[in-house]
Every structure is written in C-alpha cells, then in structure tokens.
Nanobody
Framework: VQLQASGGGLVQAGGSLRLSCAASGDTLRTYTVGWFRQAPGKEREFVSVFRSGGSFIYYAESVKGRFTISRDNAENTVYLQMNSLRPEDTAVYYC????????????????????WGRGTLVTVSS
C-alpha cells in the first residue's frame, strides 16, 4: 500500500486543520493506521491510531480532546481532525500503516508500522 498525507498548512493558535492519509494499492479496511509527528530537532512521536476492525482508537495525551481520527472506507482515507491547535503542535505529520492488528502496547511505536507516507507540514503560529 502507498500512503499520501496531505492537508497541512499554516494556522493560527486556536485554529483547525484536517489532515488526510489517502491510500492506494490496497484497501485500508484491514490496516491499522497511525498518525505520528516530528518537530524540528525532536524524535518522531505518536499522535493517534485507528486499529483495524475499527474498535480501537487511541490518542497521545498531548492531543486528547483536541484531535479526532476517523476512517472513510469508501474514500480509502484516514483523517486527523485537529482543533484548538497550539504552537507546540507544529511538526511534520506522517501517517503509517500495518496490515492487520497491532497489539495495544505497540501502537505508539514507529517500528510497529510497515508503511509510511511522506509527511505534511503543520505550522501553528502564536
């Protein structure tokens, strides 16, 4: 599967953006899809995951209550709605996927994912 993240841009603090992770080459229906981000000079960190089967969604504490992950099977796309954005949310955002289920303890680990899209830059100004 090939992944393409899009939707990034420049937004003021308190604003919103919706990121898209569009897949080609396979259906995402059976994949666990995660969002990660990497700020300048920092390691890539977990943001959210939508596990295959649709019964498990998980968020990093730093985005809980502000970000919402969703999947549109018809569009073969996973979305990340980001509200109440803060300057510390500034980063390159990546989507990643693995065919099948990832156990709960590993969903936040980059090594658990086999496929990665090119990132999309989100810049939040204060």
């Amino acid at each position: 599967v090939q992944l393409q993240a899009s939707g990034g841009g420049l937004v003021q603090a308190g604003g919103s953006l919706r990121l898209s992770c569009a897949a080609s080459g396979d259906t995402l229906r059976t994949y666990t899809v995660g969002w990660f981000r990497q700020a300048p000079g920092k390691e890539r960190e977990f943001v959210s995951v939508f596990r295959s089967g649709g019964s498990f969604i998980y968020y990093a504490e730093s985005v809980k209550g502000r970000f919402t992950i969703s999947r549109d099977n018809a569009e073969n796309t996973v979305y990340l709605q980001m509200n109440s954005l803060r300057p510390e949310d500034t980063a390159v955002y990546y989507c990643a996927a693995r065919n099948g289920r990832i156990i709960t303890s590993q969903v936040s680990q980059t090594g658990a994912y086999d496929y990665w899209g090119r990132g999309t830059l989100v810049t939040v100004s204060s």
